[in-house]
């Protein structure tokens, strides 16, 4: 299957920084990726679609001021998350939408992010 | 919106048992995903099934998508202890960007 990678796998930071994610499909293009979050033993629930030259579409109650998304080429996309807090803290999870392979959503391996 | 509900929630088994998990909708999708997800890793795909009636298998995994494309299931045959892991449904209708919606998973325990 198609291989999606994201650094870094955690990060552990202070709160009121800012944290930058980073989601790769490394052997297709992906003009659409997807970013979610997810608690423990819970679903994915997804934040945004993030669109190759355009702007992010955010789910609603997702603040896009907090969780910014630039996705810059065809192969990269990145979640910043901006001031954050310790509710911040999720397990942040991409995924990249292989057009190629009939709509295929392949994921990344997530990103721990710990806000102190 | 589109909900997904998929059973059980948790199963608990002995090594070799077959398993069976399902989802089911309240509205049709023209797209099933099933995907699995190990503790600090993301879910990784293991069988999409594409159409109505549609009966695929990867090795001891069997899944079929529904008539009605409101439910499918997902067999795993002759379970092993590396089966644990949560199993996630996903539904996805076309076209709409490519997004799929999510069941709540099954977790499953495989006792050795």
């Known amino acids: 299957g198609a291989v999606v990678s994201q650094h870094p796998s955690w990060v552990i930071c202070k709160s009121g920084t800012s944290v930058k994610i980073e989601c790769r499909s490394l052997d297709f293009q992906a003009t659409t990726m997807f970013w979610y979050r997810q608690f423990p033993k819970q679903s994915l629930m997804l934040m945004a679609t993030s669109n190759e030259g355009s702007k992010a579409t955010y789910e609603q109650g997702v603040e896009k001021d907090k969780f910014l998304i630039n996705h810059a080429s065809l192969t990269l996309s990145t979640l910043t998350v901006t001031s954050a807090h310790p509710e911040d803290s999720s397990f942040y999870i991409c995924?990249?939408?292989?057009?190629?392979?009939?709509?295929?959503?392949?994921f990344g391996p997530g990103t721990r992010l710990t806000v102190l | 919106g589109q909900q997904l509900n998929q059973s059980p929630q948790s199963m608990f088994i002995q090594e070799g048992e077959d398993v069976s998990m399902n989802c089911t909708s309240s509205?049709?999708?023209?797209?099933w995903l099933w995907y699995k997800q190990d503790p600090g890793e993301g879910p990784v795909l293991l069988i999409a099934l594409y159409k109505a009636g549609e009966l695929t298998s990867n090795g001891r995994l069997t899944a079929q998508f529904g008539i009605t494309r409101k439910d499918s299931f997902l067999n795993i045959s002759a379970s092993i202890p590396s089966d644990v892991g949560i199993y996630f449904c996903?539904?996805?209708?076309?076209?709409?960007?490519?997004?799929?919606?999510f069941g709540d998973g099954t977790t499953l325990t495989v006792k050795p």
């Open positions: 996903a539904g996805q209708l076309s076209p709409n960007a490519g997004k799929s919606t």
């Open positions: 509205s049709i999708f023209n797209t």
């Open positions: 995924s990249a939408l292989d057009r190629g392979v009939l709509d295929t959503q392949y």
